[in-house]
């Protein structure tokens, strides 16, 4: 029933900016809760940043203070700025959304239902 899918995805050098996108289709009625989650080669899907259905937001500590999520409900998409990127940002970034929003704040990904294909994100030092 939720359809996402990333863009925005680019190789850029260690200080530069990104923006993702995901472009959200939602045909339940239920708001879902969303996030932005990310993979490195050899390591385990780790969770960026979430937010409630009212638009109430969480970060992991790794990215606090360089990292935004936020929302344009015009465009229908779930977008992550990312700023003062470091080599280890790099992965494979994923959107994520659920409508059982119980514990949004959890930045695990097992708890999130739907997912889209990914983007790509390469930092050089």
């Known amino acids: 029933q939720v359809q996402l899918a990333e863009s925005g995805g680019d190789a850029v050098q260690a200080g530069g900016s990104l923006r993702l996108s995901c472009a959200v289709s939602?045909?339940?009625?239920?708001?879902?809760?969303m996030g932005w989650f990310r993979q490195a080669p050899g390591k385990e899907r780790e969770g960026v940043a979430v937010m409630s259905p009212f638009g109430t937001t969480a970060y992991a500590d790794y990215v606090k203070g360089r990292f935004t999520i936020s929302k344009d409900n015009a465009k229908n998409t779930l977008d992550l700025q990312m700023h003062s990127l470091k080599p280890e940002d790099t992965a494979m970034y994923y959107c994520?959304?659920?409508?059982?929003?119980?514990?949004?704040?959890?930045?695990?990904?097992?708890?999130?239902?739907?997912w889209g294909q990914g983007t790509q994100v390469t930092v050089s030092s």
């Open positions: 939602n045909r339940g009625p239920v708001s879902v809760c």
């Open positions: 994520a959304a659920d409508q059982d929003c119980a514990g949004w704040q959890s930045l695990v990904p097992s708890r999130y239902k739907y």
